[in-house]
């Protein structure tokens, strides 16, 4: 947003202060100041000059010696080969020493400009130089009545005499300040907007346009009718109606403003329609009402695959979330964007209509972006304006319009607001502001800055009644900030936090994550993170059957490519990319792991969110086995107070893992996870050579089963007794089922065991295997005496004769 320094002043008349000092209040007072140029910058010494005298030059065809008057009595001789001076003009002039902006070359202006020099042109001392209005760093867009070749004469109404400062004539001494406006200041997007902060920043009255009542005595409704028919489109459609038009030039003071702005003056209609835009950040548009067919205005939606002609002469393709402005039989505008080159102002117009509506902000960018269409209109209306600015910006424009003598305001206006918005009404509560802030502003002070900020105060109710086009304020936080930014954020004191002591920590589930990640670390593993979107391909890399219910995942509406566009179920496929990717890589060893979640939907498609749980997806090759494997994870359990609480169970269900060399993981009937070696066919499909292990872990079992309640037990007072057990059984039977039945005869007097020994050899028969344990019994409160550990081995190896496990000889 840029505002001129010289339009704020029309509405804050007081504020007297040089750039720098704006710029920096401004800055302190909340608004987002980018930078400031000054217009003048390049120009000095540059007085109104007049010419009294002209004499051909006595040794150039092309070059006139003219007697310049600048004030004072004064006489200054320029030579210049300017066509279009003549005797009596008043034109801007250059003195020796001074400086201009540019010239007629159209290039880069020099950035410090170029400075004039007293000389001789052909042997004719010259001491200035009468400038055009590019060497003065503006152009004839914003300048019309500048010559194309030649330079600048003051038009014979201006009001200027020989000495004045042209640049100041001209309006070029103003100073454009850049800001950047955050989306919840929309009010900022306007000239009073920007004035009311200037206002308040500096303690200066602020005089907004005082709108006075215009029109004849007719009924505007005797013109025109206006149906909306999509109102949640258009919240609020205003039309007034001018007859009797007379198109001409803008006034000067309107030209200037609109050139201060950099938008150039083309007519008095026009001009007002830019400057009202300006002036309150409220867009609209002008129809020419013959061309209204049956004086009937109807806002409706589009339809798909129509086509519209816009004013810039392209053919724009409509679709039915295009919102249109419409006369009683064809589309006339684009609502909020451009109007139709069906409906444009001519300079044959006789009757004017005049709109002002307030669109819907989202639908306006929309739109304007899917019609590749973008105009200042659609860039305010996207902001989302107050649907109460519209009739006040329509009045305006009006009441420009009969000032400016340009036609005659038919009275009343079409007015189409269903669903008026209404000012908030807020608690006025000083006590919580000053809390908030850690200051001690009296209320005094803070229903001054609010009153300056034109919001009114109930003293009964103890309540704030915020005006519309302060969308930005919704609580108490807005007010205190209201009053921080005016007060000063300079004055605020240093002050230490208030509230109760807290003690902060991780969650419990973080903390059994931080528990794996340091034991999986610590053998040897890498952390590594992988997509959460994946290709339907990936099913079939893993060998899931067509009915796995793996395979009812969420597709994405808007996905990058096929590669990305369901959620994943199943966490493998980003762990078997990394490991194919690091054996691609020639690396001899790999061992990642990963915490991430997979999505699984409770029902296709989708009615609610799915649920999403957290896997700990464990993968490895090269040097270990399925049995180092199994020996981190038994770590991990360790580490988490989960010794001896799972099983492993031997399983086929897994169709990507080695139906022989797979195991789920088991906590009564709940499966906590699994792990294996990762079927031949499945390394084919991931170009993976050699035997690779993988393991997931169901994370939210895992924390459920996780427990820190250890308990410590003293130094045994009393001697252990030691057994050695080998046992020989078939080779289908497993050592955990051993375990389990040494546990279960070892009862509270076990104290330990450990596998020490396992053989198949000449001395044992084919199909079978020797089992050797070592086992420690202990009481606490005596020696045991033999005959105890005896039956304890009696009754252990009775029940290994249930499995046909045999005493080794």
């Known amino acids: 947003m840029n505002t001129p320094l010289s339009w704020i002043k029309v509405y804050v008349p007081d504020l007297d202060v040089e750039a720098q000092e704006f710029v920096d209040a401004m800055t302190l007072s909340g608004s987002h100041v980018e930078g400031f140029e000054k217009k003048d910058k390049n120009l000095e010494k540059i007085v109104v000059g007049k010419i009294v005298k002209i004499e051909k030059h006595p040794d150039a065809d092309k070059l006139v010696v003219c007697q310049v008057d600048i004030g004072a009595d004064e ?41 004039i020099k007293k000389g001789k042109l052909r042997g004719v001392p010259s001491y200035g130089m009468m400038c055009a209005i590019e060497e003065l760093g503006s152009s004839r867009e914003l300048y019309p009545e500048a010559p194309e070749n030649g330079v600048y004469v003051f038009p014979a109404e201006a009001d200027v005499k020989p000495g004045d400062d042209a640049v100041k004539a001209l309006g070029l001494d103003d100073v454009v300040v850049e800001y950047e406006i955050t989306s919840n200041r929309v009010d900022c997007f306007s000239m009073i907007g920007m004035a009311r902060e200037a206002a308040v920043t500096f303690d200066k009255p602020f005089y907004p346009p005082v709108i006075k009542k215009t029109g004849n005595d007719e009924d505007v409704n005797n013109y025109v009718s206006v149906d909306v028919q999509d109102t949640d489109l258009c919240k609020r459609y205003c039309a007034r109606v001018v007859k009797n038009l007379k198109i001409g030039p803008s006034p000067k003071w309107m ?65 039915k979330d295009v919102l249109m402005i419409c006369d009683g039989e064809k589309e006339v505008g684009i609502a909020g964007i451009m109007g139709g080159e069906n409906s444009m102002v001519t300079d044959d117009i006789q009757t004017l209509l005049f709109e002002a509506a307030c669109f819907d902000g989202t639908n306006i960018r929309l739109s304007s972006r899917r019609l590749g269409l973008a105009t200042d ?44 918005v209404q000012p908030k009404v807020l608690p006025f509560e000083p006590e ?108 079939d890399k893993l060998l899931l059957p067509a009915d796995s219910v793996y395979r009812k995942a969420i ?85 988490l107070g989960m010794k001896n609480i799972c099983t492993y169970v031997p399983t086929t269900e897994h169709p990507f893992l080695h139906p022989g060399r797979q195991a789920n993981i088991v906590k009564d009937d709940t499966v906590v996870g699994y792990l294996g070696q990762l079927h031949p066919e499945t390394c084919d499909n991931y170009n993976l050579k050699g035997e690779v292990y ?66 198949e050899g000449e001395q044992i028969a084919a199909g079978k295997k020797s089992v050797a344990y070592t086992m ?18 009696e009754k252990l190896v009775k029940e290994l004769g249930k499995l046909g496990i045999e005493l080794r000889a």
Do not use: W
């Open 377 to 420: 209109a659609a860039f305010k209306f996207t902001k989302g304006l107050d649907p109460n600015l519209a009739e006040e910006a329509i009045n305006r424009a009006c009441q420009l319009i009969e000032e400016m003598g340009a036609g005659e305001v038919v009275g009343g206006m079409v007015d189409v607001y269903p669903d008026p």
């Open 555 to 639: 597709t994405i509406a808007n996905p990058l490519g096929e590669d990305f566009s369901i959620m994943r179920t199943v966490s493998l496929n980003g762990m078997l990319t990394s490991l194919a990717t690091n054996f691609n890589r020639k690396n001899k060893v790999a061992r990642l792991y990963e915490f991430g979640n997979v999505y699984l939907p409770k029902q296709l498609p989708l009615t609610e969110l799915p649920e999403e749980r957290m896997k700990l997806t464990i993968g490895m090759y090269g040097e270990g086995d399925f049995f180092n494997l199994k020996g981190v994870i038994e770590e991990l359990f360790d580490n």
């Open 255 to 319: 030209r200037e403003r609109l050139a201060s702005q950099g938008i150039r003056s083309i007519n008095n209609l026009v001009d007002i329609t830019n400057y009202v835009m300006e002036e309150y950040g409220q867009p609209m548009h002008a129809y020419d009402l013959s061309t209204i067919a049956g004086n009937k205005i109807v806002v409706r939606r589009a339809k798909d695959g129509d086509t519209f002609v816009t004013l810039d002469g392209q053919e724009r393709k409509l679709d």
């Open 776 to 793: 420690t019994f202990r009481a606490k409160d005596r020696t045991l005496e033999a005959g105890e550990v005896d039956k304890i081995i």
């Open 432 to 539: 919580k502001i000053n809390k908030l802030l850690g200051t001690d502003i009296d209320e005094k002070t803070m229903l001054d800055i609010f009153g300056k900020l034109e919001l009114t105060y109930d003293e009964a109710a103890k309540t704030l009644t915020v005006p519309t086009f302060r969308q930005d304020l919704n609580c108490m936080a807005d007010l205190a900030e209201e009053v921080a930014r005016f007060y000063g954020y300079d004055k605020i004191p240093m002050s230490l936090p208030k509230g109760e002591a807290t003690v902060g920590k991780k969650p419990y589930s973080h903390r059994i994550y931080d528990i794996a990640r340091n034991i999986l670390e610590g053998n040897g593993f890498s952390g590594g993170m992988c997509y959460s979107f994946e290709s339907p391909k990936v099913f």
């Open 75 to 115: 006489l200054l001789q320029i030579v210049t080969g300017a066509p279009n001076v003549k005797e009596g003009d008043l034109v801007p002039t250059v003195l020796d020493g001074g400086k201009v902006a540019g010239g007629h070359d159209g290039g880069e202006l020099p950035a410090d400009g170029i400075k």
């Open 694 to 759: 993988v393991a997931v872990l169901d994370m939210p079992n895992v924390v459920a089963l996780s427990s820190f309640d250890i308990k410590y037990e003293g130094i045994a007072k009393f001697p252990g007794s030691t057994r050695d057990l080998s046992m020989v059984m078939d080779k289908g039977i497993f050592v955990g089922q051993v375990e389990e039945l040494i546990k279960k005869c070892g009862g509270k007097l076990l104290e330990s065991y450990k596998l020490f020994d396992v053989y």
